[in-house]
């Protein structure tokens, strides 16, 4: 007797427990799944729209810091080779002060650059440009990652809103979700960033 009353309340039981296992929960497991992997995409774009201006100036700035200094040590070096001073000039005061102004100017020049140098000792260009082109790698690298993981949480997705349980589980409980579209870029986003320096 105590059987009859509770044998709805065992096959409810019953029920929820092999509804549970058969996929019930699937369609908003997936479906945050892909809003999670989009989340990624977007927060990859974005890593991207802030890398690249920061390192393109960055690196314009120690490749500007660079060449403005060796830039005037070369032309402070030309300016003093143009000076000639033969024996006979040596008592001429203006030429003497012309030359050595030439030289204070070229001593000056490689003073800059020796202090660039002392502050920044790891400082070439070189370096910096295979920094840059190995960070916008990366960066294009997490961005094709992100792709993937989107694509394939949305081919899961969608597989359950179109297979068996799936199909019945979403007419009947979760009829608003509508299968999600795959990865595509819009024009715009398919240039790869231009850098100029």
């Not at 030309?78 to 040596?90: E, F, G, N, R, Y």
């Not at 008592?91 to 002392?118: H, I, K, M």
């Not at 949305?154 to 009829?175: A, C, D, H, M, Q």
Request: glycine content about 4%; hydrophobic content about 40%; overall charge negative.
């Amino acid at each position: 007797m105590i059987f009859k009353k509770k044998a709805p309340l065992f096959a409810a039981l019953l029920s929820l427990l092999l509804l549970s296992g058969c996929g019930i929960n699937n369609i908003p497991t997936y479906d945050e799944a892909v809003d999670a992997a989009w989340s990624e995409v977007q927060n990859q774009y974005q890593r991207r729209a802030e890398l690249i201006p920061n390192l393109v100036e960055t690196v314009k700035g120690f490749a500007e810091q660079e060449k403005d200094v060796l830039t005037s040590v070369v032309e402070a070096r030309a300016k003093a080779t143009s000076v000639q001073m033969s024996p006979d000039m040596l008592s001429n005061p203006e030429a003497f002060q012309q030359f050595q102004a030439a030289q204070d100017q070229l001593s000056g020049a490689l003073s800059r650059l020796l202090l660039v140098v002392e502050r920044y000792p790891d400082l070439k260009s070189n370096e910096n440009f295979l920094a840059l082109q190995s960070q916008l790698e990366g960066t294009e690298n997490r961005i094709s990652v992100a792709r993937r993981d989107y694509i394939e949480a949305v081919k899961t997705y969608n597989t359950e809103l179109r297979t068996f349980p799936g199909r019945i589980w979403k007419s009947i409980l979760y009829s608003d979700q509508q299968p999600r579209e795959t990865f595509s870029v819009p024009q715009e986003l398919q240039q790869v960033p231009s850098i100029e320096f």
